[in-house]
């Protein structure tokens, strides 16, 4: 069964840090591209990040680029976000997801809320 | 960045009665490999997103026969037939073509 878990939202302060991580099972995660999707609450789903299958390829949002960088672990099946200098408006919850073909994503995880606050 | 406009974004339905939810993007869909990267997802309460429809039309595995997606160029619906209580949620078509990928505004689904 394909599984997307993902880890480490919690409150954090304008002007800081926090990593995340989404531990993937039941594929063969070397073999697809993976996306961050967040969702500001109440709100609807935004694109933050693609990186393909060996993290040789990155692409990001206007809004977190030079902010965030995304990357991946092959070997411990684990996709990551960090995510610096945030402000409020980076308030979501934050969904990894799997690329399964060309121009989409197949399955996600649970999410992790990420709260930007002081 | 392409603009994905959903319509209606509110939507009650009478159990039973078919639904269509509409997306319009600003640009085209088509790839050079001649696919049109254009999908549906639903987001029931609470829950994470899922996605029912891939390619304008192909259904997921899992998917009842009553949702189905159609249209090509920048006009694409999703329908469904008769709607079921389990269907209530926040309907988003998303393009997948043009970087950043991007979501429409989400049209939500409720019964009458």
């Known amino acids: 069964e394909v599984q997307m878990v993902e880890s480490g939202g919690t409150l954090v302060q304008p002007g800081g840090s926090l990593r995340l991580s989404c531990a993937a099972s039941?594929?063969?995660?070397?073999?697809?591209?993976m996306s961050w999707v967040r969702q500001a609450p109440g709100k609807g789903l935004a694109w933050v990040a693609n990186?393909?299958?060996?993290?040789?390829?990155?692409y990001y949002v206007d809004s977190v680029e030079g902010r965030f960088t995304i990357s991946r672990d092959n070997v411990k099946n684990s996709l990551y976000l960090q995510m610096n200098s945030l402000s409020a408006e980076d308030t979501a919850e934050y969904y990894c997801?799997?690329?399964?073909?060309?121009?989409?994503?197949?399955?996600w995880g649970q999410g992790t809320l990420v709260t930007v606050s002081s | 960045d392409v603009v994905m406009t959903q319509s209606p974004l509110s939507l009650p339905v009478t159990l039973g009665q078919p639904a269509s939810i509409s997306c319009r993007s600003s640009?085209?869909?088509?790839?050079?490999?001649?696919?049109?990267?254009l999908n549906w997802f639903q987001q029931r309460p609470g829950q994470s997103p899922r996605r029912l429809i891939y390619?304008?039309?192909n259904r997921d595995s899992g998917v009842p026969d009553r949702f189905s997606g159609s249209g090509s160029g920048t006009d694409f619906t999703l329908k469904i037939s008769r709607v079921e209580a389990e269907d209530v949620g926040v309907y988003y078509c998303?393009?997948?073509?043009?970087?950043?990928?991007?979501f429409g505004q989400g049209t939500n689904v409720e019964i009458k």
């Open positions: 997801a799997r690329a399964g073909g060309v121009g989409t994503v197949d399955y």
């Open positions: 039941g594929f063969t995660f070397s073999n697809y591209w």
């Open positions: 990186i393909n299958h060996d993290g040789s390829e990155k």
């Open positions: 640009q085209g869909l088509v790839h050079s490999d001649g696919n049109t990267y």
């Open positions: 390619q304008v039309s």
């Open positions: 998303m393009q997948g073509i043009h970087w950043p990928w991007t």
